[in-house]
């Protein structure tokens, strides 16, 4: 069993900073790409920002320059630095990993539950 677990989301002013940490969690032989996706009410799912496990990074155009994605591989930890917050960066942020929960097992996508990021004033 594996589990992602996000923490560090809230309500913050625009212009403000805030850090989202994600934990994996379980039965875990591998772990491949780390990354962060995001929802707004009534739009799609999309994608943030992923670090793959060599450290190659690639951004969602919004927010690049804005937010860094980081890995701290030994823990299986994954954060995403999030600064100059603007209005419509408000959505249900989720982490999401690529995993090998055992030797004879391919690698799946896991998700997080969710942690809400409002940025209003």
Same mark, same amino acid.
């Given at each position: 069993? !594996?589990?992602?677990?996000?923490? #560090?989301?809230?309500?913050?002013? &625009? @212009?403000?900073?805030?850090? /989202?940490?994600? %934990?994996?969690?379980?039965?875990? !032989?591998?772990?491949?790409?780390? #990354?962060?996706?995001?929802?707004? &009410? @009534?739009?799609?799912?999309? /994608?943030?920002? %992923? ?71």
């Amino acid at each position: 069993q !594996v589990q992602l677990v996000e923490s #560090g989301g809230g309500l913050v002013l &625009p @212009g403000g900073s805030l850090r /989202l940490s994600c %934990v994996a969690s379980g039965s875990i !032989v591998s772990v491949y790409d780390m #990354g962060w996706y995001r929802q707004a &009410p @009534g739009n799609q799912r999309e /994608l943030v920002a %992923v670090m793959t496990s060599i450290g190659n990074t690639n951004y969602e155009d919004s927010v690049k320059g804005r937010f860094t994605i980081s890995r701290d591989y030994a823990k299986n930890t994954v954060y995403l630095q999030m600064n100059t917050l603007k209005p419509e960066d408000t959505a249900v942020y989720y982490c999401n990993a690529g995993i090998k929960s055992a030797p004879y097992r391919p690698q799946y996508q896991y998700w997080g539950q969710g942690t809400q990021v409002t940025v209003s004033s």
